[in-house]
């Protein structure tokens, strides 16, 4: 039977929860993920889960932060002056917003809190500092 190795592009089906529960995100419905072990498109820990495994085998695995998203950065908070917002928008805590990097690249933050002064934006990846729990089905191995 054929055993997932690095360098193998597979395809998978999983469900990511968190310690509660609750599904952070699935491919329930849709075509299964799909990427090359060892290429660095997914997160360290789901690539070691996935190796080793054969085609049809499930299994149930927790990556811990730090070979998931990583632990969160405070450094990564940064206060925003709210005389500095663009007119017309209202943000409001937990929304996402994409500004402009030192480069000119798109940077994904959130709205962490909101004072009369500032706003403070949350550049940490949304899953950063967390434990994640996953349910893995091998589908396919080429």
């Known amino acids: 039977m054929a055993e997932a190795k690095k360098g193998d592009s597979v395809k998978i089906h999983y469900t990511g929860k968190f310690d509660d529960g609750s599904v952070f995100d699935s491919s329930a419905g849709r075509d299964p993920l ?11 820990g789901f690539e070691e889960a996935v190796l080793g495994m054969n085609l049809g085998d499930s299994k149930n695995v927790v990556i811990p932060a730090h070979k998931a998203y990583g632990p969160r950065n405070e450094e990564l908070l940064m206060p925003f002056p709210r005389n500095q917002v663009p007119p017309g928008l209202n943000p409001e805590v937990g ?13 994904m933050v959130s709205v962490a809190d909101i ?11 949304p899953l950063a500092g967390k434990d994640l729990t996953f349910d893995i089905e091998l589908v396919a191995i080429a």
């Open 34 to 44: 799909g990427f090359t072990i060892g290429s660095g498109q997914v997160i360290p």
């Open 115 to 125: 004072t009369d002064e500032h706003i403070i934006l949350d550049a940490n990846p």
């Open 95 to 107: 929304q996402r917003l994409q500004l402009d990097g030192p480069n000119g690249e798109p940077v």
